[in-house]
């Protein structure tokens, strides 16, 4: 598939919205996206292999491009193009609209939104330096040269405030305080969000009149690699005076339910998930664990209404908290994520909701 193909097709889906096409067509991904990219396991090396690569440049994927020091965890990444389109779409921007990024990665979103606004009105920051330098210069040869910065974006860059848009690239737990303050009143803020058990959904915040909190809906349903400081830490615990018992819930219904485990981490946002599979016999040997550092608990997922299916540990029955969560969910009619909102004070505080700023959930 080539550029165009690809831009055609996101037109179609309506991921792309008309006033994005024109921009979209004039800055493809591959002046943007480094050599080297990882994909199913294996570097693509450009020189070695350059229809491959010029393949997956044009392809709706989201391309790896950095790890961290282990090898495998993915640092940094070209987003697929229609979430970066549906984020745009979402940002609303217009002519004159000042932007601040946070996390300029290849630097490709960077020069959509210079090609649309002017570079002038564009401030990108990057936290690791190289990645910053290699954006610049991309950016640079391409003949679009909005500032872009290495430094830490969650403090924003007051230097260059106000803005009226903030474009987050990486998952946040929390929306920094700096942010709000510095987009400003009736300034709209895009973010994905997430929370240990969940990973997440994309946030669209209005800033209040008084420029003391920020408002909206959850969006789209999104996925994105963290905010280095905001990566989720699980910590350690001890496994001891098991308590076992039979689970209330199927633990598939919250493992292959994106929208209840959204929800659920909305109301327990202190509690780490994850599903232990074996490739062999998913149901026969596989287990749901939940913990927050302290306690523990897991449910098996074969025989799972059996007495010994759920095993926990520790102050809290997790696993009927987890329960308790997802009754909720059910009550509530099912609710997808779109339903949800976040209402977050510049002093910190975040406030879940379902449907109404007013219905706070938790």
């Given at each position: 598939?080539?550029?165009?193909?690809?831009?055609?097709?996101l037109r179609?889906?309506?991921?792309?919205?008309?006033?994005?096409?024109?921009?979209?067509r004039?800055t493809p991904?591959?002046l943007f996206?480094?050599?080297?990219?990882?994909?199913?396991?294996?570097?693509?090396?450009?020189?070695?292999q350059?229809?491959?690569?010029?393949e997956?440049v044009?392809?709706?994927?989201?391309?790896?491009?950095?790890?961290?020091d282990?090898?495998?965890?993915?640092?940094?990444?070209?987003?697929?193009?229609?979430?970066?389109?549906?984020?745009?779409?979402?940002?609303?921007v217009?002519?004159?609209?000042?932007?601040?990024?946070l996390?300029?990665?290849t630097?490709?979103?960077?020069?959509l939104?210079?090609?649309?606004?002017?570079?002038d009105?564009?401030?990108?920051?990057?936290?690791?330096p190289?990645?910053a330098?290699?954006?610049?210069?991309?950016?640079?040869?391409?003949?679009?040269?909005?500032e872009?910065?290495?430094?830490?974006?969650?403090?924003?860059?007051?230097?260059?405030?106000?803005?009226?848009?903030?474009?987050?690239?990486?998952a946040?737990?929390?929306?920094?305080?700096?942010?709000?303050e510095?987009?400003?009143?009736?300034?709209?803020?895009v973010?994905?969000?997430?929370?240990?058990?969940?990973?997440g959904?994309?946030?669209?915040?209005?800033?209040?009149?008084?420029?003391?909190?920020?408002?909206?809906?959850?969006v789209?349903?999104?996925?994105?690699?963290?905010?280095?400081?905001q990566r989720?830490e699980?910590?350690e615990?001890?496994?001891?005076?098991?308590?076992?018992s039979?689970?209330?819930?199927?633990?598939?219904?919250?493992?292959?339910?994106?929208?209840?485990?959204?929800?659920?981490?909305?109301?327990?946002?202190?509690?780490?998930?994850?599903?232990?599979?074996?490739?062999?016999?998913?149901?026969g040997t596989?287990?749901f664990?939940?913990?927050?550092?302290?306690?523990?608990?897991?449910?098996?997922?074969?025989?799972?209404d059996?007495?010994?299916?759920v095993?926990?540990?520790?102050?809290r029955?997790?696993w009927?908290?987890v329960?308790?969560?997802?009754?909720w969910?059910?009550?509530?009619?099912?609710?997808?994520?779109?339903?949800?909102g976040?209402?977050v004070?510049?002093a910190?505080?975040?406030?879940?909701w379902?449907?109404?700023?007013?219905?706070l959930?938790?």
């Amino acid at each position: 598939m080539d550029w165009d193909k690809l831009v055609d097709a996101l037109r179609e889906s309506g991921a792309l919205s008309a006033d994005w096409e024109k921009t979209f067509r004039s800055t493809p991904r591959d002046l943007f996206t480094p050599n080297r990219i990882l994909h199913a396991g294996g570097w693509i090396d450009r020189a070695e292999q350059p229809d491959r690569w010029a393949e997956l440049v044009a392809t709706d994927l989201a391309l790896v491009t950095q790890v961290y020091d282990d090898g495998e965890t993915p640092s940094s990444s070209s987003s697929m193009p229609t979430v970066v389109a549906q984020m745009l779409r979402h940002l609303d921007v217009t002519d004159g609209v000042r932007v601040l990024e946070l996390g300029t990665g290849t630097g490709w979103t960077a020069g959509l939104l210079s090609r649309r606004l002017g570079a002038d009105n564009v401030t990108s920051i990057e936290l690791d330096p190289e990645l910053a330098r290699l954006a610049r210069a991309r950016l640079d040869a391409t003949g679009l040269r909005p500032e872009v910065i290495a430094g830490d974006g969650t403090l924003g860059h007051p230097e260059g405030a106000p803005f009226q848009r903030a474009h987050l690239t990486a998952a946040v737990q929390r929306v920094p305080s700096a942010v709000i303050e510095q987009v400003g009143p009736g300034g709209v803020i895009v973010a994905p969000y997430g929370t240990p058990f969940c990973n997440g959904g994309l946030l669209r915040l209005t800033v209040a009149e008084d420029g003391r909190s920020a408002s909206g809906p959850f969006v789209e349903d999104v996925s994105f690699m963290w905010v280095r400081d905001q990566r989720p830490e699980s910590g350690e615990f001890d496994i001891e005076d098991v308590r076992y018992s039979a689970s209330g819930i199927d633990p598939v219904e919250v493992a292959e339910q994106s929208h209840a485990a959204f929800a659920i981490g909305l109301r327990l946002p202190d509690l780490f998930r994850q599903e232990v599979l074996a490739g062999y016999d998913r149901y026969g040997t596989g287990r749901f664990e939940v913990w927050d550092g302290v306690s523990y608990a897991h449910c098996r997922f074969a025989d799972w209404d059996g007495k010994h299916a759920v095993s926990q540990s520790g102050p809290r029955s997790l696993w009927g908290e987890v329960t308790a969560a997802h009754a909720w969910w059910v009550r509530q009619g099912r609710p997808d994520l779109t339903r949800f909102g976040m209402t977050v004070t510049a002093a910190g505080e975040h406030r879940p909701w379902l449907d109404s700023p007013a219905r706070l959930i938790g």
